[in-house]
C-alpha cells in the first residue's frame, strides 16, 4: 500500500461513519425534517389565510360600496321626496291663500253692496219723507204720510228700473 492507506482502519471508519449516518438519520434528519415540514405547512398556512382575509377584505369593502351607494341613492330619493313634498305644500298653501284671498273679496263685495242698498233704501226714504213734508207744506195741509210714502217709492222704483234697463 502505497498511499499509506490501512484498509482495516479504513473500513473501521467507514463503518462508524455508517452507523453515525443511520443514527443520525434514523434521530437527528427525520425530526429535524418533521419540524421543517410542520414549519413550511404552518408558512403555507399562514400565506392561504392571508390570501383568504385578503379575499375577504376586498369582498366586505366591495359590500360595503355597494351599502353606501345604496344608502346614497335612498338619501337622493329621500331628498326628491322632501322637495317634492315641500313643492306641493307650498302650492296648497298658495291655492288656499288664493281662495280665502277670493272669498273675502266676495264677501267684501257682498257688504259692499248690501250697504250700498241699504244707503239707498235709506235716501228713498229720506227723499219721501223730505218730498211728503214739502208737498204737504205746498198743499197747506197734511196728507196721509203712508200713502204718499208708497207713491213716492213706486215712482223711485219705477225711475231706478228704467235706469238699469237703460244704462
Not at 313634498?85 to 259692499?112: H, N, V, Y
Amino acid at each position: 500500500m502505497g498511499i499509506g492507506l490501512d484498509l482495516a482502519t479504513f473500513i473501521g471508519q467507514l463503518v462508524s461513519f455508517l452507523i453515525l449516518l443511520g443514527l443520525l438519520v434514523r434521530f437527528g434528519y427525520r425530526p429535524v425534517r418533521k419540524v421543517l415540514k410542520e414549519r413550511s405547512d404552518r408558512i403555507r398556512e399562514g400565506l392561504e389565510q392571508a390570501e383568504a382575509t385578503g379575499r375577504e377584505y376586498e369582498r366586505a369593502q366591495a359590500e360595503a360600496e355597494t351599502q353606501i351607494n345604496k344608502a346614497r341613492e335612498e338619501a337622493r330619493l329621500i331628498m326628491a321626496e322632501a322637495g317634492e313634498a315641500r313643492d306641493k305644500l307650498m302650492e296648497e298653501a298658495r291655492s288656499e291663500a288664493r281662495q280665502e284671498a277670493r272669498a273675502m273679496i266676495e264677501r267684501t263685495r257682498a257688504e259692499l253692496e248690501q250697504e250700498r242698498r241699504e244707503m239707498i233704501a235709506d235716501l228713498r226714504r229720506e227723499f219721501a219723507d223730505a218730498a211728503i213734508l214739502a208737498a204737504g207744506k205746498v198743499i197747506g195741509e197734511s196728507l196721509d204720510r203712508e200713502k204718499h210714502r208708497r207713491i213716492i217709492e213706486q215712482a223711485l222704483e219705477e225711475s231706478g228700473s228704467l235706469k238699469e234697463t237703460g244704462g
